[in-house]
């Protein structure tokens, strides 16, 4: 099984801030990797996929890099929306599986 | 306007089953792999199990494997987790999610499922 590792477990920053948030994985997965985001009381939504594609309606200021075990996702300027749990994920190898979340708080 | 709208879950006793739906608007399932994703409460989420679009595949976790049986009916637009000899463990929100390359990229409401005495 993929072991995905995030840090930091929280990230405080205020709006306009830039956020940068890690996932490394305990073996290569190519592209392979996901990002979401998680409010309180709602499902994930996917933002990122591949590594560095974003998903439909996905804004601009967010964007993903990275391949084989090291993964970023970026946050350029902070929306009050932006405040949330994000979880990578990847799909490389069965079973599918995520990191433990990173929560963004102001 | 795509959704997924998702029943079944709530309160079994250890040993007991449930069987979860998933019914699906404004597309059609039968042209993606379908998922089922937990999350325990307060913790991070966890891939149950993937079928594939004509149900000839699937794919379980470790922990649900002899238990859990994801299914589908494209005729009603419908996945479905059948889930027996529940335990403390499984205890979590529920959600089904359409698989895209796979990576969830629509998801239900969550449903949540307690074992409990």
């Known amino acids: 099984e993929v072991v995905l590792t995030q840090s930091p477990a929280t990230l405080s920053l205020s709006p306009g801030e830039r956020a940068t948030l890690s996932c490394r994985a305990s073996?290569?997965?190519?592209?392979?990797l996901a990002w979401y985001q998680q409010k309180p009381g709602q499902a994930p939504s996917l933002l990122i996929y591949?590594?560095?594609k974003r998903a439909t309606g996905i804004p601009a200021r967010f964007s993903g890099s990275g391949s084989g075990t090291d993964f970023t996702l970026t946050i350029s300027s902070l929306e009050p929306e932006d405040f949330a749990v994000y979880y990578c994920q990847q799909r490389s190898i069965w079973p599918q599986t995520f990191g433990q979340g990173t929560r963004l708080e102001i | 306007e795509v959704q997924l709208v998702q029943s079944g879950g709530g309160l079994v006793q250890p040993g007991g089953s449930l069987r979860l739906s998933c019914v699906a608007s404004?597309?059609?399932?039968?042209?993606?792999?379908m998922s089922w994703v937990r999350q325990a409460p307060g913790k991070g989420l966890e891939w149950v199990a993937n079928?594939?679009?004509?149900?000839?595949?699937?794919y379980y976790v470790d922990s649900v494997k002899g238990r859990f049986t994801i299914s589908r009916d494209n005729a009603k637009n419908s996945l479905f987790l059948q889930m027996n000899s529940l335990r403390a463990g499984d205890t979590a929100v529920y959600y089904c999610?359409?698989?895209?390359?796979?990576?969830?990229?629509?998801w239900g409401q969550g449903t949540l499922v307690t074992v409990s005495s």
């Open positions: 999610a359409t698989s895209f390359s796979g990576y969830g990229s629509d």
């Open positions: 073996q290569s997965i190519s592209s392979y």
């Open positions: 079928i594939k679009q004509d149900g000839s595949e699937k």
């Open positions: 404004g597309f059609s399932i039968g042209g993606y792999w």
């Open positions: 591949d590594a560095s």
